[in-house]
């Protein structure tokens, strides 16, 4: 059965710092791993989408990287801003178009 | 991509009553998702709904308590039945589109 965990489950980080979250997963036959940005109260906006084949993906001041064989994923946040405070959450496909299966998300706030 | 809407965006309930959710999508869509998250808790699929056939229903989920209507490729309604307490989440409908799973706004219900 595919577990799929977040650490730290939150961080806080002064304006400006480059950060790393992790998400690590049991099964590594993965079909992809998304990240998602939840804002409190809001849905689920997807920010970076890994397939299996692939080893990272870049979208402005986020990078995704993705190890399979190990069943890791980190997220870098390059000069990371206040706007950028919400809750990620990494999730993994085991088939294409199937079912996500979430970790528990780290909060994270950026202080001003 | 795919832009999702979902009705009613929050709702406050009686425990014994039943709330039907809407989930409206702009293109037509093979599979869409119905999700839960409970408060502090990260997301867990409750069933897959498919057009023209009964739902997939996850482990712990049972179509008496969680009954899912698809009438067609664009459209889907979850109703949660025989509210209590424990039923107080969000719920949010999904679909996968070009590898990419889009998100609705969700629903938030509060049982009393």
């Known amino acids: 059965k595919q577990e799929v965990t977040q650490i730290p489950a939150a961080l806080s980080v002064p304006e400006g710092e480059n950060l790393v979250l992790n998400c690590s997963f049991t099964?590594?036959?993965?079909?992809?791993l998304q990240w998602f940005r939840q804002d409190p109260g809001k849905g689920l906006t997807s920010l970076l989408l890994?397939?299996?084949?692939?080893r990272e993906q870049t979208s402005g001041r986020l990078n995704a990287s993705l190890d399979k064989s190990s069943g890791r994923s980190t997220l870098y946040i390059a000069a990371s801003q206040p706007g950028d405070s919400a809750t990620y959450l990494c999730?993994?496909?085991?088939?294409?178009?199937?079912?996500?299966?979430f970790g528990q998300g780290t909060e994270l706030s950026v202080k001003p | 991509s795919a832009v999702i809407s979902q009705k009613p965006s929050r709702d406050i309930c009686q425990r014994g009553t039943s709330l039907t959710i809407q989930c409206q999508v702009d293109?037509?869509?093979?599979?869409m998702f119905w999700y839960r998250q409970q408060p502090g808790q990260s997301l867990t699929l409750i069933a897959t709904a498919n057009q023209g056939s009964e739902a997939t229903y996850e482990s712990g989920f049972v179509i008496d308590k969680f009954p899912i209507s698809r009438p067609n490729l664009t459209f889907s309604t979850l109703t949660v039945s025989n509210m209590s307490p424990e039923d107080s989440s969000i719920y949010l409908c999904?679909?996968?589109?070009?590898?990419?799973?889009?998100f609705g706004p969700g629903t938030r219900l509060l049982v009393l």
């Open positions: 999730a993994v496909s085991n088939n294409q178009g199937g079912k996500l299966i």
């Open positions: 890994i397939q299996s084949s692939q």
């Open positions: 099964d590594s036959a993965i079909y992809n």
């Open positions: 293109s037509q869509v093979t599979m």
């Open positions: 999904s679909v996968a589109a070009a590898e990419t799973q889009y």
